[in-house]
């Protein structure tokens, strides 16, 4: 699996632009995407991802994040 573009953990997403629609996505990684076809990014640099001023953000990962942490018992 390959590593995050920010930081050594494993990269869980891969973000793409659309600069003529003005949109990024955020799609599960494969693992073996070369380069050019997005940015690498883990859980957590996705998560705190936020496109640019009036562009929209399409989530189209799988696996969506808990937004608050539960405890078992």
Same mark, same amino acid.
Request: a negative charge; aromatic letters at 8%.
């Given at each position: ?7 050594? &953990? &494993? ?9 003529? !629609?003005?949109?990024? %996505?955020?799609?599960?990684?494969? !693992? ?8 690498? =990014?883990?859980? &957590? &640099?996705? !998560? ?18 808990? =937004? %608050?942490?539960?405890?078992? !018992?």
């Amino acid at each position: 699996m390959a590593s995050c573009l920010r930081c050594p &953990h &494993h990269a869980t997403s891969l973000l793409t632009y659309d600069h003529a !629609g003005a949109c990024a %996505f955020l799609d599960d990684a494969r !693992g073996d995407e070369p380069t050019y076809q997005g940015l690498r =990014l883990c859980e &957590h &640099h996705a !998560g705190r991802f936020s496109p640019p001023l009036g562009w929209s953000l399409v989530d189209r990962r799988t696996v969506t994040p808990a =937004l %608050f942490a539960t405890r078992d !018992g």
